[in-house]
């Protein structure tokens, strides 16, 4: 069974950090662009940022940008999310997900491109 499992969300005070896991298991994802979403509360899926598969890209979206970092380490299976100067609205559950297509050229942004997915793990922030 494919699995991908978020950890390390919780409740930080603005201006905080914190490092989120993804941990996959059941299949290799060493081959897979792997990106971030994330959902706040009645609001749409958006997302984040996007590590190539060979982890030397990195793309991120303009909320994100200079305050997010994106890795991966293939060996452990494991992609990382490390979130600093945290905000009120950066509130959400966040999202790993895996590009449906092996050994892209290029990054995408678009949820549809992407097809597997943990179940979230929730980050708050407050002020």
């Known amino acids: 069974q494919v699995q991908l499992v978020e950890s390390g969300g919780g409740l930080v005070q603005a201006g905080g950090s914190l490092r989120l896991s993804c941990a996959a298991s059941?299949?290799?994802?060493?081959?897979?662009?792997m990106a971030w979403f994330r959902q706040a509360p009645g609001k749409e899926r958006e997302i984040v940022g996007v590590?190539?598969?060979?982890?030397?890209?990195?793309w991120y979206a303009d909320s994100a940008k200079g305050r997010f970092t994106i890795s991966r380490d293939n060996a452990k299976n494991t992609v990382y999310l490390q979130l600093t100067a945290l905000k009120p609205e950066d509130t959400a559950v966040y999202y790993c997900?895996?590009?449906?297509?092996?050994?892209?050229?290029?990054?995408?942004?678009?949820?549809?491109?992407?097809?597997?997915w943990g179940q979230g793990t929730q980050v708050t922030i407050s002020s």
């Open positions: 997900a895996a590009d449906q297509e092996t050994l892209r050229v290029g990054i995408v942004t678009k949820l549809s491109e992407y097809s597997y």
């Open positions: 590590i190539t598969w060979a982890g030397g890209n990195t």
């Open positions: 059941g299949r290799t994802f060493s081959t897979n662009n």
